[in-house]
């Protein structure tokens, strides 16, 4: 059924009279988009929910006040069994809820203003479960291999989005939605008027948010950035497929972000709400996954923890084993100076390659500069030639990953 299409420019002039009583379905939640989503700020995201409604076949044809609370749970299964042509999954259960979330809004409204029906046939249906919160991290290595990509990209807004997502956990739309003279590089303080639960906050900025925004010019007013919502997705979503990373959305970004605050252990749960701009600690909570070696380190104690400082360093690291003309060499792969060689046997490389790593970390330590987690290296390797190189291991004996 062809619904006419309701555009912002156009409701402006629409009569703010009740449908007629005896309306479809179609027709209601078409004055319904008219009058009440476009009041919304997520108006285009429930258009495409409406729009969606609008040609469910159990709706089709069928006034308002003739839908029951069967109809609506068979709608409810019918989506239930969709697979999403994009990812060959079933269409998520999230997904299904806010559709029928909107058809009781719908539903109430076109009893209590309207009087197009006299009950909410979506009141008694039981909604799909609640999906667990997603606790995707990013990984040292996926942080790496992004923010090279971006680095390295023609748009240099990329790399700067990017990096103030971890810096400051603010949402894309808040991100996208900067403005120059919201944002006091000396205070160090971006200014966000507008936000997804509608109230105005202040974000600090990190002297590496700081710098992102100023790599790309300062203005006394304007748009930080040019790129759009779907310019960002789809350079996100084809970046992703060039470093072979599955599973991760441009919104783990934030949840990264308000972990790493926890995980500092500067800020207590209301001063990370205050950055973040989560209104339910709950939902905090549900956002926040720490990192359980970080948990673990906190168990050991403070007095225990200064004696292992040195020895939670010394751990294995990937290496790889090359055969070359004169002989075998070993290069640890995240240490881009770390060669040994060429020796006759591989078990030499081995104990050349304990022996420099013991020195290159110690050395690090010594300097005062950070010493970098393992499988951070970024150089493809064959997996026959890669080993795990123990400083610490007495039997000289390398394990194959």
């Known amino acids: 059924m062809s619904v006419p299409e309701v555009s912002p420019a156009s409701t402006a002039a629409a009569p703010l009279h009740p449908p007629d009583p005896n309306c479809s379905m179609a027709e209601g939640l078409a004055h319904y988009l008219a009058h009440v989503s476009i009041l919304k700020k997520s108006y285009l995201t429930e258009k495409i929910r409406v729009q969606q409604l609008q040609r469910a076949p159990i709706f089709v044809g069928r006034r308002v006040r003739d839908i029951t609370s069967v109809d609506i749970a068979t709608y409810r299964d019918s989506r239930l069994a969709v697979t999403n042509p994009r990812t060959g999954r079933p269409l998520r259960t999230s997904t299904v809820r806010l559709e029928l979330s909107l058809l009781s809004n719908f539903f109430e409204i076109a009893r209590i203003e309207w009087g197009l029906c006299d009950a909410n046939p979506v009141a008694n249906v039981r909604k799909p479960k609640i999906p667990p919160g997603r606790d995707r991290r990013l990984t040292a290595r996926e942080e790496r291999l992004i923010l090279r990509y971006c680095h390295n990209h023609v748009n240099p807004e990329l790399y700067s989005i990017v990096i103030l997502a971890l810096e400051t956990a603010c949402r894309q739309g808040e991100i996208l939605r900067l403005r120059h003279e919201h944002i006091n590089l000396k205070s160090r303080v971006a200014h966000l008027p507008e936000t997804k639960n509608g109230t105005k906050r202040d974000v600090p900025l990190t002297s590496r948010a700081r710098d992102a925004i100023v790599r790309l010019g300062t203005k006394p007013a304007g748009p930080v950035f040019r790129i759009s919502g779907p310019g960002l997705k789809s350079s996100w979503r084809f970046m992703l497929q060039r470093l072979g990373i599955t599973d991760l959305h441009f919104h783990d970004l934030r949840h990264e972000a308000v972990s790493r605050l926890f995980e500092s252990g ?40 200064r004696h292992r400082a040195v020895l939670d360093q010394l751990i294995p690291y990937p290496a790889a084993l090359h055969h070359g003309p004169d002989g075998i060499y070993l290069r640890l792969l995240d240490f881009d100076d770390c060669v040994v060689g060429p020796v006759a046997q591989q078990t030499e490389a081995v104990r050349l390659g304990q022996d420099a790593l013991l020195r290159k970390i110690l050395s690090l330590m010594q300097a005062g500069e950070v010493v970098p987690p393992p499988d951070q290296y970024l150089t493809p390797v064959e997996p026959m030639s890669l080993l795990m190189i123990d400083p610490m291991a007495t039997d000289r004996v390398a394990t194959i990953s």
């Open 266 to 305: 500067l800020l207590d749960m209301m001063e990370v709400a205050a950055i973040s701009g989560h209104k339910s600690l709950m939902m905090l909570k549900r956002y926040t996954h720490l990192r359980a070696e970080r948990l673990a380190k906190k168990l050991e104690g403070p007095r225990r923890n």
